[in-house]
Structures are given as structure tokens and as C-alpha cells.
């Protein structure tokens, strides 16, 4: 069945997004209408960088979203409530700062003032309750998919991150990662261990290093790239299954021990 939202936002028109870095490695998004008047302000760790980009600009904040719990991407809600009076979106099973407008899996954000319709997914496995925000060929998944990786898993499982990446990988190709750190670099190492002759895994890592050396960033990226070179979302792939074999020293009966394995052979690493 043709999913009716994923066709509707793959037609209408990309809402401009920018990068707010903080802390080391940190990014908190902003949604805007093309004329970046106004702003939608996205897993705001620090409220401080913020601030400063929205009154440098001149930028109206009309909406926080939330993707999980976490301190480094809730940290600054209080503050910039308190400041500009706006309502915070954010998963329904977490508890969160200032949440005035609750999500679950179905739900639909309606950012009027930017011409923004993102649809909720649940998407358990880093935190219980965490969700991420789909529309306009744009993905905010916070630390659930990263550029080249995937999240820790804190609070949920192997299955249920599993099943979310799954999720993710079966969006438009096209779709931009708007993931919430600048872990690319480090993530593409594992990668590579994990698949050491994808040409196009190591294509994207020299270009990868020349960004950094230039002190640029490596996100967003696209599903179809993540679909290629990450292996977390290749646990259907022969070379990825073969490597997690190898290292597990047995066979694996699915995709979701296929990732299993990965990601623990990724935490051995770091």
C-alpha cells in the first residue's frame, strides 16, 4: 500500500535548514520558512548558541521538538520556554522538559508558520521512548541513525533498534539525515572494518576526512548513501553478514543478530 503522507511531503517544497553546533560535537537544528523569519528549533541541548543565532538573525522560534530525554538535547528547553513562550514537542513515553504537545507513532507535527508537516515515528532502541520526525525528503532521528553509524543502546534492544533502522532504510533515497552529532569520522573506521572493500565506503571516507581537515560538516547525509556504506543499515548484505559471522564464529539466522553482532563488535571498538 502507497503510504499518502510519504507521497505528499516527497512533492512539496524543503523547508531551509540550519546547523546550531554546541557542546563537542552536538547539532541542534533549525526548520525555517524560506525567508528564515521563522524557526522550529530541534533537540536544543544548550539553549546559549540558540539564543545567540536567533536574535543575530532576527529569527522567531515558534516550536521545540524533542526526539529523546537525553540532557544534550533537552538541556536548553527550560530556558528558551521561559524566554520566547513556545510549545515543546516531544515523545509521549519520555519524560521531558516543558512538554506541551506529547507524540506517538501516527502523529503529525503542523508547523503553519514554516509550511512544515513531519510525521512521528516511533523509534525505541537508544531510549525506550524515542522518536523521530519524517517529512519534505527530511529525517530528524536524533541518535537513533547517525551519519556512517547507529546510537548506543541504553534503554531498548537489539530488535527494536533493528527494526527502526529498518524503518529508516525503507524511506526515499533521497531523504537528508539530519542526525543530532558530528560522529561521521569516527563511525566510517568501524565501517571499514566491518567492510573493508566497499569502494564506495572508502570514497566516502577520504571525502569524509577532507570535510573535517576543512572543518566541515559531514551531515546531513542521505538514506541511499547510508544504505551503501553504513553498516548498520546493510545487515541484509552478503559482505556484512559474512564479517559478522566471522567475528561471532557462527552462522546467524537474521538480520536482527546480524545487526546484534555489529553493534556489539562496534562497542568492543570504542
Not at 524557526?39 to 543575530?56: C, F, K, Q, R
Request: proline share 5%.
Amino acid at each position: 500500500m502507497i503510504d499518502p503522507f510519504r507521497v505528499r511531503c516527497h512533492h512539496t517544497r524543503m523547508p531551509i535548514i540550519d546547523a546550531i553546533s554546541a557542546f563537542e560535537d552536538n547539532y541542534i537544528w533549525l526548520i525555517q520558512d524560506e525567508k528564515r523569519r521563522f524557526a522550529t528549533i530541534v533537540d536544543p541541548g544548550d539553549e546559549d548558541p540558540v539564543i545567540d543565532h536567533l536574535e543575530s538573525h532576527n529569527i522567531q522560534p515558534i516550536a521545540i521538538l524533542i526526539t529523546h530525554h537525553h540532557g544534550d538535547h533537552t538541556g536548553g528547553v527550560t530556558e528558551l520556554v521561559s524566554r520566547y513562550q513556545i510549545p515543546v514537542y516531544g515523545p509521549a513515553g519520555e519524560r521531558i522538559p516543558a512538554l506541551t504537545q506529547p507524540l506517538s507513532e501516527g502523529d503529525n507535527v503542523i508547523l503553519e508558520q514554516i509550511d512544515t508537516t513531519l510525521n512521528v515515528m516511533d523509534v525505541p532502541g537508544h531510549t525506550r521512548g524515542h522518536i523521530a520526525y519524517y517529512g519534505h525528503d527530511a529525517l530528524f532521528c536524533g541518535d537513533t541513525l547517525f551519519t556512517g553509524g547507529c546510537g548506543r543502546l541504553f534503554e531498548g534492544t537489539f530488535e527494536q533498534m533493528h527494526r527502526a533502522l529498518s524503518r529508516f532504510a525503507a524511506l526515499p533515497e533521497e531523504t537528508r539525515v539530519y542526525c543530532a552529532h558530528e560522529y561521521t569520522q569516527a563511525n566510517l573506521k568501524f565501517a571499514l572494518v566491518a567492510e573493508p572493500e566497499n569502494s564506495e565506503l572508502q570514497q566516502r571516507v577520504a571525502e569524509t576526512d577532507r570535510l573535517r581537515s576543512d572543518d566541515l560538516a559531514t551531515v546531513p547525509s542521505t538514506i541511499g548513501l547510508e544504505k551503501r556504506t553504513n553498516p548498520f543499515l546493510r545487515s541484509d548484505v552478503d559482505t556484512v553478514i559474512a564479517a559478522a559471522e566471522q567475528h561471532a564464529g557462527h552462522s546467524l539466522q537474521s538480520g536482527a543478530e546480524v545487526f546484534a553482532t555489529v553493534r556489539q563488535w562496534k562497542d568492543e571498538l570504542d
